[in-house]
């Protein structure tokens, strides 16, 4: 197998995790039962990203996270991301890198904007509905001017 591909796609029994060089954007899907095991198991993998591939991380223009697939999200994941999300924060300056969040339902929009509350820096993410709204958040938050 390609090692450069091996280190931009990752697949486990809950996340589907891949780089689209196209668009270059970061697309995660999530599956079955969240839990903190399952959050680390991601931040983990997007860490040595970010340590094997620095230069791909600052092309990225964005990442898209897809929960519509999730059948629960455990209550101690709330901590666990945020925890892990300020591990990568530190490692990777990403302010400018916007994530669109798509949720199923109101129920899960609801339990993913705690979340984002909690782990911060709300500006560059959005909570959304569909991909194409994710991309078009995308497009419009590199299109705002810099301050």
Not at 108 to 117: F, P
């Amino acid at each position: 197998m390609n090692e450069t591909v091996a280190l931009v796609r990752y697949i486990s029994e809950h996340i589907a995790a891949y780089y689209d060089e196209e668009r270059q954007i970061l697309r995660v899907k999530y599956l079955g039962v969240l839990t903190p095991a399952v959050t680390a198991e991601f931040y983990q993998w997007l860490g040595s990203i970010i340590k094997a591939q620095p230069a791909k991380v600052m092309t990225a223009r964005g990442s898209i996270y897809d929960f519509r697939d999730v059948t629960e999200f455990a209550n101690s994941n709330i901590s666990s991301t945020a925890r892990q999300s300020e591990q990568v924060n530190q490692q990777a300056d990403l302010q400018n890198h916007p994530v669109a969040i798509i949720a199923k339902d109101a129920i899960q929009s609801a339990t993913l904007t705690v979340t984002m509350r909690v782990s911060g820096q709300q500006d560059r993410k959005r909570i959304v509905k569909t991909e194409a709204d994710a991309i078009a958040f995308i497009d419009e938050f590199h299109a705002r001017p810099r301050e």
